[in-house]
């Protein structure tokens, strides 16, 4: 099916990751030409490059915490191909020790809310300049099923992803919409969310290797399997479609294999005696 993507230009923070480069790949076989941002991972996304060619690519590194290093980035994409025209904000972290919130120290709470959502914030301001001056654009969001049933252990992480998949992705599809309006060929500005589930990339392996573990986590699913990148990346690639998803706007996509929810407790935590309700005195 026609994407219409070729020649569009794609900017995917957080390339050099699993979800990332998937993303990447699936943009360079549409015909895409794709900025690869990368923090720390410059070596990664420059190997990535050179798997994509002939796609163009081009790979720019910056800290996007940082504003100078946003304008950076993205003057680096204006200069090599003249405009952006998708921005998916991927790019984030997550601390893989679980840390129950009345342990977490001020520290890591404001870290992740700046790896996260501060980055986010940033990397969408500064891609609105360039739809303003366009009038055209749309943005894709990467946030997390933590946002959607959050995650015990991993507060910071939830919260952060939440205010991306809800507060920001509803309010951006109002304010983008009029800097790229409606016209009778063009769909208008949009912005979506899309909300991986357990997934296997490189951060997750050290959990993903305990056969326990994989068991509890697919017994939340419909479909009791864990996603893969690239089951992402096609859903990322949907809603940066034009063609595909042109009157898709404000949506939150959940890839997770029709997840329900996650365990509170596991069942040799529950007293059956509690569980069952108490007898009630005759009336």
Partial sequence: MN???????????????????????????????VVLHANSGKDRALRLARELAPAESLVVVGDLRREAAVKRVFAAALKRFGRVDVLVANAGAWETRDVALKDMSLRQWRATQEAVLTSAFLSV???????????RGNVVLIGSTAA???????ADYAAAKAAMAYGLTRTLKNEIA??????????GGRANCVCPGWTVVPRNVGK??????????TATMALPKLGRPEDVANSVVFLASDRLAGHVTGQVVTVAGGMEGRWLWRPDEVDPELALPAAQEPR
């Fill in 178 to 187: 009029r800097l790229a309006p409606r016209t009778r060929d063009y769909s």
């Fill in 125 to 135: 301001r500064e891609f609105l300049g360039c739809v303003g001056r366009q009038g």
């Fill in 148 to 154: 959607v049933f959050g995650e015990a252990g991993h």
């Fill in 208 to 217: 993903l290797g305990d056969v326990g573990m994989v068991r509890r986590v």
């Fill in 3 to 33: 994407t219409d993507l070729r020649d569009k230009v794609v900017l995917v923070t957080g390339a050099s990751g699993g979800m990332g480069s998937a993303m990447a790949r699936a943009f360079a076989e549409e015909g895409a030409r």
